[in-house]
């Protein structure tokens, strides 16, 4: 070089010296808390190589060639069997710094040809690093053969089918989300088309009203109607055929009775056996409302049945005593089961111990008259509380969706646990009984007749998610529930009797409540969507660094596999997150070839429990207590996040703080490596697993929120269920990506996909109207799972020629 100093190596040397530092001083501190040598070795490394080129000396770029000669194979053998993301954050960053350090190279020496050499040596890199990542990401998955025509039983107890109708929120009351309908098959499916859309007019009028949205609406179809409901209750009736709306009824929902999310997840259709054809209400949709009433509305017109309670509505906070705005919401759909609408409701989790009750209701669906309330703390209420009391505050509640058997007269209820979740310690012990359990309620008694409990003491927030699914399982009437750890059983309906194989396992015990932790829990040994544990390998990010910086924070958190307790002193992880496996989308099951379609999140929770006196300096307070401080002219902190996210817990010495997914700051990336969500098919007679693949692409995800609009499949987050067809298509939306797609069910392979005006947070339903099939979809999107919000109801279907 003649002594003349290369500016370009200068400045490389700077970035590779800095970045060595940086990993330098993380990798010995990774190394202390007994994790990889790795980074502390190439930090050290780094920082010789740039302080080299800082000098213009070609052994910097050596140093640095070598660097990344010893990172590949580290990567490889580090990333274990997940050999296409989980090379990402440990390769591309260096192989791009190794591309400028060729380019760099020609500037250090007068060698004849040294251009050609670098462009050599720049195209080498580019061509396998192309070619190796082709070659990893056409890895399939491995796929079993379906099971020849396993039927499961095609009969319903529910007494209704799908078909030309779809009746009911999981297509019948059996809730297995399934159409016996052919005109669309795997074959054809590419040729879907939109046909009509309608809105429902339900948008945030209010920037904070915006970060509490997400309508997971799944219509309902009887004859030639539609019917649903908006995001803030709003009922509608649309043409079956054009989508043209018919009628609507607003309930007139306030904003501060909106929980973490404005949601209702669809209507509940009733016709009155004992009607006149023509008379008013003779059939009905009736709601719950996010102010906690059952609204009823005649089909024809979507006038208030006046047979129903007060002009077609009743108040199911009667009862509760004090219930401030906001706490009690009912965002399900109720079963009704021989004419008894059974609903349960949500009570806004993390805000206090003693929050109103978990009270389970049957009203007349008729009259709206308490047919029972089961208060589990006073069984021997058979209807509303004496004068002067109240039902029991805190206890497990019902959420979700429940499901029913009409012939037995059970409604299969899956269960919550105490408030608040993650402390355990004031919960009695028939609250402990009944959490996080499935309860068989008498319909005609209000009393239990069987429980199953998945968690014993739960404060992990695993409360049952998912609808329950009626089918017949080697002869016997069954129930397959899903769980938020992933677990999958097959129940008798009628005794609770498990059909499949059920463990137990030793449980992690300590956490801040040792006493109150169970030394075993249960678990599924027919199916589970639970992958292994998590190990240090399994962080991730953009680069090296934060996922230098997730392998840190995972060395300081407890973690000591499934069931882990929360810490105080420390974060501790939670694996599977609150968030699933399996959550309110619930499964798919096509009786016909004795298959279980189930889209599950693979996520874990960050989580670290607050004393209180920091929780109150954050300003993590009730509804209840911000309310009073701003009528008293105090500044508080008002936002609208995640559940768990600072909640106050209010009556327990802790609040709670869940990094729900385990997201890195800044960034938005999570901690683990992907995929984050998947797709699974199991064969229901051995509880084998027929495909499984991630499911979500990068399309709408990226760093700092940027979407990447990356068409590669990652496996993201999701929310909402699928369907699945005689046809042999599987329909689902529920991913971040706001993709529809249309699956193989043989293979797990999209056959068709459609890009969607908002988030797809919602299970889609599948009807037949004058010889043709549609395919419907709510596109309302969701502020948790961050894709946009909409008021969008999509309806597809084959060319009409």
């Known amino acids: 070089m003649g002594g003349r100093r ?11 010296a800095a970045i060595g530092i940086v990993l330098g001083i993380g990798g010995a501190w990774l190394a202390v808390l007994g994790g990889s040598l790795y980074y502390l070795v190439v930090g050290i490394a780094m920082l010789a190589a740039g302080v080299q080129l800082m000098r213009s000396r070609m052994i910097g770029a050596y140093v640095y060639i070598g660097v990344v000669a010893v990172t590949v194979p580290w990567a490889f053998v580090d990333a274990h069997s997940n050999l296409v993301w989980a090379l990402v954050p440990r390769i591309v960053a260096p192989i791009v710094l190794l591309i400028a350090t060729f380019l760099v190279m020609p500037t250090l020496t007068r060698a004849p040809n040294r251009w050609k050499l670098a462009g050599g040596g720049v195209a080498a890199v580019i061509a396998a690093t192309a ?44 809730a297995r989300r399934y159409s016996p309908l052919t005109q669309i ?25 915006a970060k509490m949205y997400g309508a997971e609406t799944t219509p309902l179809k009887i004859g030639d109607a539609l019917y649903l409901c908006s995001a803030k209750n709003i009922m509608i009736s649309l043409d079956a055929a054009t989508g043209k709306e018919r009628w609507r009824f607003d309930p007139k929902v306030a904003d501060e009775w909106i929980p973490y999310t ?12 004992v009607a006149k054809p023509g008379d008013a209400c003779a059939e009905r949709v009736i709601e719950g409302t996010l102010d906690a009433r059952l609204v009823a509305v005649d089909v024809k017109d979507g006038k208030p049945c006046a047979d129903f309670g007060a002009n077609g509505q009743v108040d199911a906070k009667i009862g509760m005593g004090k219930v401030f705005p906001g706490l009690v919401s009912i965002n399900s759909p109720p079963v009704i089961i021989r004419g008894i609408a059974v609903t349960g409701h949500q009570t806004t989790d993390g805000q206090e111990r003693w929050e109103p009750s978990g009270v389970i209701q049957g009203f007349d669906a008729v009259t709206g008259k308490l047919r029972f309330a089961w ?59 009944f959490g996080t359990s499935i309860v068989a309620l008498d319909v005609t008694t209000g009393k239990p007749r069987w429980k199953f409990q998945a968690v014993k003491n739960d404060v992990w927030d695993y409360d049952f998610g998912s609808q329950p699914s009626l089918i017949d399982y080697k002869g016997t009437p069954a129930l397959l529930v899903a769980s938020k750890q992933g677990d999958m059983y097959v129940l008798d309906r009628a005794t609770g009797r498990p059909l499949t194989p059920v463990g137990t396992i030793k449980a992690p015990g300590g956490g801040i409540e040792p006493g109150q932790r169970s030394p075993t829990q249960i678990v599924s040994l027919w199916q589970t969507l639970r992958k292994d544990p998590l190990t240090e390998s399994d962080m991730w990010g953009m680069s090296p660094i934060d996922q230098m910086i997730c392998r840190i924070n995972f060395r300081r958190a407890s973690y000591k596999g499934f ?19 399996s ?3 619930s499964l798919a099951v096509d009786p016909a070839r004795g298959v279980i379609v189930a889209n599950y999140n693979d996520m874990p929770n960050y989580n670290r429990l607050v004393p209180r006196v920091q929780a109150d300096k954050q300003g993590w307070f009730t509804r209840e207590q911000k309310a009073a401080m701003l009528k008293d002219g105090k500044q508080v902190k008002v936002e609208a996040g995640a559940e768990g996210a600072g909640d106050p817990q209010a009556g327990t010495p802790y609040a709670i703080d869940v990094n729900a997914g385990w997201q890195m700051p800044f960034t938005g990336m999570l901690c683990k490596q992907p995929p984050y969500g998947g797709i699974r098919a199991i064969d229901i007679a051995t509880g084998k697993t027929i495909w499984d693949r991630p499911f979500g692409s990068a399309r709408k995800n990226g760093p700092f929120g940027i979407p990447s609009y990356l068409p590669f499949t990652i496996g993201t987050p999701n929310n909402g269920g699928s369907v699945v067809t005689a046809g042999g298509v599987i329909f689902v939306a529920a991913a971040t990506d706001d993709l529809f797609k249309a699956i193989d069910i043989k293979t797990g392979k999209i056959l068709w996909q459609v890009a969607l005006p908002a988030g797809g947070q919602a299970t889609p339903m599948v009807y037949e109207q004058n010889g043709r099939e549609y395919v419907v979809l709510m596109t309302g999107g969701h502020h948790f799972m961050k894709t946009p919000i909409g008021d969008q109801v999509i309806a597809w279907a084959l060319p009409a020629n």
């Open 583 to 585: 959550d309110w989308g």
């Open 131 to 174: 070619v190796l990542f082709t070659v990893l990401g056409s890895q399939d998955s491995t796929v079993a053969a379906l099971p020849a025509q396993n039927s499961i039983g095609m009969g319903d107890p529910s007494g209704t089918a799908t078909g030309a109708d779809w009746p009911a929120y999981g297509g019948t009351g059996a």
């Open 262 to 273: 404005a949601a209702c997840r669809g209507v509940s259709y009733y016709k009155n056996p």
């Open 6 to 16: 290369s500016w370009s190596a200068i400045l490389l040397g700077l970035v590779i």
């Open 563 to 581: 069931f882990t307790p929360p810490e105080v002193d420390r974060h501790s992880i939670e694996y599977p997150g609150y968030n699933g496996g």
């Open 185 to 209: 098959d795997a074959g054809n499916v590419g040729q879907l088309q939109q046909v009509w859309l309608s809105h429902t007019g339900d948008m945030p009028a209010t920037p904070a009203a």
């Open 375 to 433: 208060d589990m703390k006073h069984p021997e209420w058979n209807g509303y509380p004496p004068a002067g009391q109240e039902w029991s505050r805190g206890t497990p509640n019902m959420w979700t969706i429940a499901s029913g058997d009409e012939q037995l007269g059970l409604v299969y209820l899956p269960m919550g646990n105490s408030t608040v979740d993650y402390w355990s310690t004031l919960r009695s012990p028939i609250e402990n009984s």
